[in-house]
């Protein structure tokens, strides 16, 4: 591995919420966060720059907590604010690791972060600091797997990052149909075409729109996060 270069320059590291929770499945587990923070300093030393975008699910879904009782946008506004957290957690362990990161909220919250603003983002991944993108896109309605393909669309990322609690697209649900096949490579259209639960389908077509390959794998191992920076063949790769 020594010899070899990482096989990208920047990427954008998409973390679901329910990954961070480990297994107690909510809240924030930080023995899997230092797991992660840990892969993410390794691409920095191997001079990748990193940007991050984070779920909330572990603490709130819009959709899903909210359903039903709720207006739709102050349910994802909640979990605009729940994304919020776990990029202050992440960002804490990755400074306890002499990582140099910086937070940026969509919804401005000056007391906690930097607004997002574009070029000053493009500037800390060029001085090698870790930038973690937190409230999704800032829109309701809008999933943080959108907001995680618009920022590396911004960003010019070469890759996105998916790590999820799945280590691959399937062509079923693997858990309901045990003849379910794992794909190492798929295109965007067969994603669409088949609905399949990569990314929902904003994302998904976000994506294809701005030729941004999409490699998804799992997070139970974040050293997975440096195989994939490294250009080994992990999970599925979406292009």
Same mark, same amino acid.
């Given at each position: ?45 191997? &001079? #990748? =720059? %990193?940007? /991050? ?14 359903? +039903? $009782? ?27 690791? &002499? #990582? =140099? %990161?910086? /937070? ?14 574009? +070029? $000053? ?119």
């Amino acid at each position: 591995m020594e010899n070899n270069k990482p096989v990208y320059k920047r990427v954008l590291l998409k973390i679901s919420g329910e990954a961070l929770a480990g297994d107690q499945g909510r809240g924030l587990d930080f023995n899997v966060i230092e797991d992660v923070c840990r892969a993410i300093k390794q691409c920095t030393e191997l &001079g #990748v =720059e %990193v940007g /991050v975008v984070v779920g909330g699910g572990n603490f709130w879904r819009g959709v899903k907590d909210g359903g +039903g $009782r709720m207006e739709r946008t102050r349910a994802d506004h909640m979990g605009m604010l729940a994304t919020v957290m776990n990029s202050l957690a992440i960002a804490d362990v990755l400074e306890q690791m &002499g #990582v =140099e %990161v910086r /937070v940026q909220t969509a919804i401005e919250m000056r007391a906690i972060a930097e607004p997002y603003i574009r +070029g $000053r983002a493009m500037r800390h991944l060029g001085l090698g600091r870790v930038v973690i993108f937190g409230c999704g896109t800032g829109n309701p309605f809008f999933s943080t797997d959108t907001a995680a393909v618009l920022r590396a669309a911004e960003i010019e990322a070469d890759a996105i990052l998916l790590a999820k609690n799945v280590d691959g697209v399937y062509s079923a649900d693997p858990k309901l149909d045990p003849n379910a096949v794992k794909y190492d490579s798929i295109s965007y259209d067969d994603v669409l075409a088949q609905h399949l639960a990569v990314m929902d389908s904003t994302a998904t077509s976000l994506s294809m729109d701005n030729k941004i390959p999409v490699v998804l794998f799992a997070l139970k191992n974040p050293e997975n996060i440096v195989h994939v920076i490294m250009g080994e063949k992990i999970g599925t790769i979406v292009q």
